[in-house]
């Protein structure tokens, strides 16, 4: 039975939708990424799994519950983070957190303590003092520190250093080693690449498209540049699989490249490279290169009280 499921779930503001006749299922023990640009649904999503927002039609369960029902049994077992959450600034860090766990009961002191050393969090300043960062250090130490059957994490890196990111992706795995299932929401492909097994994305409230996360690196097109110290025909690298839109700039070529970079860096390799430089585009640039224009269209998103 999977942890999530979703039938026709369908909400709408109005005349604006949230999102459209969403089927999904995660099962246990995965990692499982929601992606799409912001204001495609994604919120919206998260918040009727948890009841937070109620369904026009459709149904979800998670762990077998209706999600409206089954709501007390649901959160109890589910570790929570928002998109965005305020909480007590004239608390300490350390003081939130403890408040949060007495208030959920059965949170092992050991383990509260590992979080807090392993996110470098320092909990003796107030709430209100620490960065954005440390505030999503915060929230995830409190959405973790039950070590829930089940997390649902809206944007959860939000703010946080590369560092700190590898911390959190490598609990993440360890969860999902123990048998316990996530559900996080990102606009940032590379992520769903470090920590998901699979992925949906989200498109103007809909699901178009959901696999594997191997399956989806041909989304990612890279936007190469490589300096050259003399001229170089784009001729050179066009033709290679892989490369397309190769455009000559003054000092070099600039090129998008989908896949494997080594056919380019052994092209490269011929001729005298000052600088060799790799960006990988957003999902949204993804997206559009993709499935074509109007992804996350002012007149596409909800009436303002859930912009994801």
């Known amino acids: 039975m999977p942890v999530i499921e979703a039938v026709g779930l369908t909400k709408l503001y109005g005349h604006h939708r949230g999102v459209t006749d969403v089927d999904l299922a995660v099962e246990a023990g995965e990692v499982f990424g ?63 957190i403890e408040y949060f766990g007495n208030l959920r009961g059965g949170v092992e002191p050991a383990w509260q303590r590992d979080l807090v ?81 699979r992925v949906a994305l989200i498109r103007d409230g809909r699901i178009v498209r959901t696999d594997r996360v191997e399956a989806l690196r041909d989304l990612t097109a890279h936007e190469v540049e490589v300096r050259f110290a003399g001229p170089v025909p784009p001729g050179a690298f066009a033709a290679l699989p892989g490369v397309s839109d190769v455009r000559a700039f003054d000092g070099g070529l600039r090129m998008h490249v989908t896949g494997p970079m080594g056919a380019v860096v052994r092209a490269a390799a011929d001729f005298d490279v000052i600088d060799f430089s790799s960006r990988e585009p957003g999902l949204e640039e993804a997206f559009l290169a993709q499935y074509g224009h109007g992804i996350g269209a002012p007149g596409g998103a909800s009436d303002g009280r859930d912009p994801q």
């Not at 999503?136 to 520190?145: F, R």
């Open 117 to 197: 050393d392993r996110f470098d969090l320092d909990p003796s300043r107030r709430y209100g003092e620490y960065s954005k960062g440390n505030k999503q250090k915060v929230g995830l130490v409190i959405a973790l520190q039950h070590r829930p059957d089940l997390l649902v994490l809206d944007e959860p890196t939000a703010g946080l250093d590369p560092l700190v990111q590898q911390t959190f992706f490598d609990l993440l795995r360890s969860f999902a080693g123990q048998g316990r299932t996530a559900f996080l929401s990102s606009h940032i492909l590379s992520e769903a690449d470090k920590a998901c097994d």
């Open 34 to 96: 929601f992606l799409g640009p912001n204001g495609a649904g994604k919120t919206t999503m998260i918040r009727l799994l948890l009841d937070l927002v109620r369904a026009t039609r459709g149904r979800a369960l998670v762990f077998g519950l209706d999600s409206r029902k089954g709501a007390p049994e649901i959160h109890r077992r589910t570790g929570y983070l928002p998109g965005e959450f305020a909480l007590f600034d004239r608390l300490t860090g350390g003081e939130t």
